[in-house]
C-alpha cells in the first residue's frame, strides 16, 4: 500500500520566495494533518483537515503560512514570503475514517525546507 | 505551554538492557495514547498505544505503562536493540480544540542503543 507521499524531499530557497510543498494522503483516508518539526519546539501541529474542510488552523505561526486541500487526494501548505525561520522539516500525515480501530496518524516522510 | 512533556532529550542504554522513556501530561481530557518512533530522514511511525481506561498495554518487546493519577505514560523496550535507536515521540488526544483527532505530541526523547 502506499503511504502518504510528499514533495518535494528537500527544499532550499532564499528568504522572501514563496514555497509550496505538497502532500498525497493515504486513499481512503479523512482526516489530513500538517505538522512542523524543529529542534526547539519539536513536533507541532499546523493544522488539519477533515474531508477536505480546514477545521483547526489555530497551528498555523502567520498569516505568510496558508493551506488547502482542493480533493480528497492533494493538499498543499505555502509561505509567501518565506524567512529564515520557517526552516524545518515539515510533515504531512492522513487518518483514517471514525470507526476503524487503528484511529492512528501515518506520516509522510517529510519536506525538509532550508530558507537562506 | 506544553500540555505534553518529555523531559529527557536523549537516552543510551546498552544492547540487551531495558530503556525506560518517560512523558507527562497536563490535560486530564486526553483519552488515548501513543508512541511513536522516528529514524532520522523519515516522518514518524506509530508504535504502540493505550486507552485511558487501561494501565499497561504489551507487544512483543514494547509495554506502554499508564498512571492517570500521576499524568504520567512511560515507554518500556526490552531487551533493547540496536535498532531501536531512534527519536521516540509521546503524543496524546483527546478533546481538546473540539476534535477527538488532534494529536498534542512531546518534544521527542533520542533512544541510543549500544551495541
Known amino acids: 500500500d502506499a503511504g502518504v507521499i510528499q514533495s518535494p524531499r528537500h527544499e532550499v530557497t532564499e528568504m522572501g520566495q514563496e514555497v509550496t510543498l505538497r502532500c498525497k494522503p493515504i486513499s481512503g483516508h479523512d482526516y489530513l494533518f500538517w505538522y512542523r518539526q524543529t529542534m526547539m519546539r519539536g513536533l507541532e501541529l499546523l493544522i488539519y483537515?477533515?474531508?477536505?474542510?480546514?477545521?483547526?488552523d489555530s497551528g498555523m505561526p502567520e498569516d505568510r503560512f496558508s493551506a488547502k486541500m482542493p480533493n480528497a487526494s492533494f493538499s498543499t501548505l505555502k509561505i509567501q514570503p518565506s524567512e529564515p525561520r520557517d526552516s524545518a522539516v515539515y510533515f504531512c500525515?492522513?487518518?483514517?475514517?471514525?470507526?476503524?480501530?487503528?484511529?492512528?496518524?501515518?506520516f509522510g516522510d517529510g519536506t525538509r525546507l532550508s530558507i537562506l | 505551554d506544553q500540555q505534553v512533556k518529555q523531559n529527557s532529550p536523549s537516552l543510551s542504554v546498552q544492547e540487551g538492557r531495558i530503556s525506560i522513556l518517560n512523558c507527562d501530561y497536563t490535560n486530564s481530557m486526553f483519552d488515548y495514547f501513543l508512541w511513536y518512533k522516528k529514524y532520522p530522514a523519515e516522518g514518524p511511525t506509530f508504535l504502540i498505544s493505550i486507552s485511558s481506561i487501561k494501565d499497561k498495554n504489551e507487544d512483543g518487546r514494547f509495554t506502554v505503562f499508564l498512571n492517570k493519577s500521576a499524568k504520567h505514560l512511560s515507554l518500556h523496550i526490552v531487551p533493547s536493540q540496536p535498532g531501536d535507536s531512534a527519536v521516540y515521540f509521546c503524543?496524546?488526544?483527546?478533546?481538546?480544540?473540539?476534535?477527538?483527532?488532534?494529536?498534542?505530541f512531546g518534544s521527542g526523547t533520542q533512544l541510543t542503543v549500544l551495541p
Open positions: 500525515a492522513s487518518s483514517p475514517p471514525s470507526g476503524d480501530r487503528l484511529r492512528t496518524q501515518h
Open positions: 503524543a496524546a488526544r483527546g478533546e481538546s480544540s473540539g476534535s477527538a483527532r488532534q494529536l498534542t
Open positions: 483537515f477533515n474531508n477536505n474542510v480546514p477545521i483547526d
